[in-house]
């Protein structure tokens, strides 16, 4: 019982601990980062200015 729940549980470390998926880890990151910089870059389009300042 015991050899069975032993290949069952690196089985599952395996597929968690290994290079590739650190490399999607790593992937996944700098596309986030990516994405996060181009949209705090972009400039607020003055329909939204005008609408925020009514607000105001």
């Not at 599952?12 to 650190?22: F, I, L, N, P, W």
């Not at 700098?30 to 009514?54: F, N």
């Amino acid at each position: 019982m015991s050899d069975g729940n032993k290949s069952k549980r690196s089985a599952k470390g395996s597929s968690q601990s290994g290079a590739d998926g650190k490399g999607a880890d790593r992937d996944v990151g700098h596309a986030l980062r990516s994405v996060y910089s181009k949209t705090v870059s972009e400039e607020i389009p003055s329909e939204l200015l005008d609408l925020l300042g009514k607000l105001s």
